[in-house]
């Protein structure tokens, strides 16, 4: 079975920086897209960015310029860097990878942006 875990996540100040991380382990023959989804209280979960295993990448606008995605594929790990973070960051941000056809997610980890 494959496991999905983050780190990075904590709480700074507005204009602060973050970096996440998600190393996948388990059963790998290889990993397709990996992206970050985010979740604040009482809200849809939402894309915030994506990158596949060529290393394209797509971002949500609100993020565009701010943070960056990233791959290591002999890790198995994806990276978010989030710079010039804003309150409305804030939120539970999960990893997500899609191995074979079946999609795997992270168990979240927390990110909280003070003003």
């Known amino acids: 079975q494959v496991q999905l875990v983050e780190s990075g996540g904590g709480l700074v100040q507005a204009g602060g920086s973050l970096r996440l991380s998600c190393a996948a382990s388990?059963?790998?023959?290889?990993?397709?897209?990996m992206g970050w989804y985010r979740q604040a209280p009482g809200k849809q979960r939402e894309l915030v960015a994506s990158?596949?295993?060529?290393?394209?990448?797509r971002y949500a606008d609100s993020v565009k310029g701010r943070f960056t995605i990233s791959r290591d594929n002999a890790k198995n790990t994806v990276y978010l860097q989030m710079n010039s973070l804003k309150p409305e960051d804030t939120a539970v941000y999960y990893c997500?990878?899609?191995?074979?056809?079946?999609?795997?997610w992270g168990q979240g980890t927390q990110v909280t942006v003070s003003s």
């Open positions: 990158i596949t295993s060529g290393g394209s990448t």
């Open positions: 388990g059963s790998i023959f290889s990993i397709n897209d």
């Open positions: 997500r990878a899609r191995i074979a056809v079946t999609l795997y």
